[in-house]
């Protein structure tokens, strides 16, 4: 059985970081994961993925401050938030994909077959 818990949101201000985890169980790391934002009044938006090579995207507007990265060893996938900012705001969500492939990861939503419950983050200015 898969599992997904995601932790570490918090509310913080402006120019603060966060480091947001996901615990897993029933995902190697073949299986490519990401990241998701859910803002209210707001489609989900892709933040940041993770292919089982490490290769890793990111959404435009974080790459600078964001970074994805996953420990096999124990099973848990991470998002380093730095320098953050109000538009930040909201529920964070881990996924993972369907299924294992040696390609790079993306943020196209019926890749992935697994999901979080999400953990909050807010950012006030």
């Known amino acids: 059985e898969v599992y997904l818990e995601e932790s570490g949101g918090a509310s913080v201000e402006t120019g603060g970081s966060l480091t947001l985890s996901c615990a897993t169980r029933?995902?190697?790391?073949?299986?490519?994961m990401g990241w998701f934002r859910q803002r209210p009044g707001r489609e989900r938006d892709g933040i940041a993925c993770i292919a089982a090579d490490g290769t890793s995207r990111h959404l435009g507007s974080v790459k600078d401050r964001f970074q994805i990265s996953r420990d096999n060893s124990v099973n848990t996938l991470y998002l380093r938030m730095n320098d953050l900012k109000p538009e930040d705001t909201g529920m964070y969500i881990c996924?993972?994909?369907?299924?294992?492939?040696?390609?790079?990861?993306?943020?196209?939503?019926?890749?992935?077959?697994?999901w979080g419950q999400g953990t909050q983050v807010t950012v006030s200015s």
């Open positions: 029933g995902i190697d790391g073949s299986i490519p």
């Open positions: 996924a993972a994909y369907r299924r294992s492939t040696p390609y790079s990861c993306s943020f196209r939503e019926w890749e992935y077959g697994h």
